[in-house]
């Protein structure tokens, strides 16, 4: 019994000593090295790869979504451009506050540039301090004009293009009292419209 073991270990040792079997005992060695290494090192570094890549693509779509925001802001900047102009003719037709004297102004001016001649002239009551009542007001006007019909027509054709959004609510033409020429006296009354900002709540 004694004399087979030794004889197995001699074999076992003979075995060891070959080249092919340190090569082959070294290539395990590298292989767990290895297993090892990936393990304890390259697989979080791809752990936080990915993570890097998920937050990557997180800023590109906020990145996106940022664009759209800045692209539709531009848009409503070149509308809010393109109808300024409008928006400030819609103020001066229907403004917030009487205007009564740009109005008075245009009345006059428009009477003396058709050569009729103003002969009185009344505006109706109007808030002049305070704050305004909410919903569309008037103010009603009543004027006297002389001046022959050619004249006081064309007079109120110019009076409902001014930009001011105004009607006419009754016209009555009289020559009583009024010298030979073919001039006649014109009672016109108006109304004059505005639309108070309504109040911040």
Same mark, same amino acid.
Do not use: C
């Given at each position: 019994?004694?004399?087979?073991?030794?004889?197995?270990?001699?074999?076992?040792?003979?075995?060891?000593?070959?080249?092919?079997?340190?090569?082959?005992?070294?290539?395990?060695?590298?292989?767990?090295?290895?297993?090892?290494?990936?393990?304890?090192?390259?697989?979080?570094?791809?752990?936080?790869?990915?993570?890097?890549?998920?937050?990557?693509?997180?800023?590109?779509?906020?990145?996106?979504?940022?664009?759209?925001?800045?692209?539709? %802001? &531009? *848009?409503?900047?070149?509308?809010?451009?393109? +109808?300024? @102009?409008? $928006?400030?003719?819609? =103020?001066?037709?229907?403004?917030?506050?009487?205007?009564?004297?740009?109005?008075?102004?245009?009345?006059?001016?428009?009477?003396?540039?058709?050569?009729?001649?103003?002969?009185?002239?009344?505006?109706?009551?109007?808030?002049?301090?305070?704050?305004?009542?909410?919903? %569309? &007001? *008037?103010?009603?006007?009543?004027?006297?004009? +002389?001046? @022959?019909? $050619?004249?006081?027509? =064309?007079?109120?054709?110019?009076?409902?293009?001014?930009?001011?959004?105004?009607?006419?609510?009754?016209?009555?033409?009289?020559?009583?009292?009024?010298?030979?020429?073919?001039?006649?006296?014109?009672?016109?009354?108006?109304?004059?419209?505005?639309?108070?900002?309504?109040?911040?709540?």
């Amino acid at each position: 019994m004694k004399r087979n073991y030794s004889f197995y270990y001699q074999r076992f040792q003979t075995w060891s000593n070959q080249s092919q079997v340190r090569a082959s005992g070294l290539a395990t060695l590298s292989f767990f090295t290895v297993a090892f290494f990936l393990v304890l090192a390259i697989l979080p570094t791809f752990k936080t790869i990915a993570g890097l890549r998920k937050e990557i693509e997180d800023s590109q779509n906020i990145n996106a979504q940022l664009a759209k925001k800045i692209q539709a %802001l &531009k *848009t409503a900047e070149v509308n809010y451009s393109q +109808n300024l @102009n409008k $928006l400030e003719l819609v =103020n001066r037709v229907l403004p917030e506050k009487e205007e009564f004297e740009r109005l008075a102004w245009q009345t006059q001016w428009l009477a003396k540039n058709h050569n009729l001649e103003l002969i009185n002239g009344s505006f109706g009551e109007f808030n002049l301090i305070g704050q305004e009542p909410e919903g %569309l &007001k *008037t103010i009603p006007i009543e004027l006297t004009i +002389n001046g @022959n019909y $050619l004249q006081i027509k =064309n007079w109120i054709n110019s009076m409902v293009k001014i930009d001011r959004l105004i009607t006419v609510e009754s016209l009555n033409l009289t020559s009583k009292g009024v010298k030979s020429g073919g001039k006649v006296n014109a009672n016109i009354k108006f109304s004059a419209y505005y639309l108070p900002e309504e109040p911040t709540k």
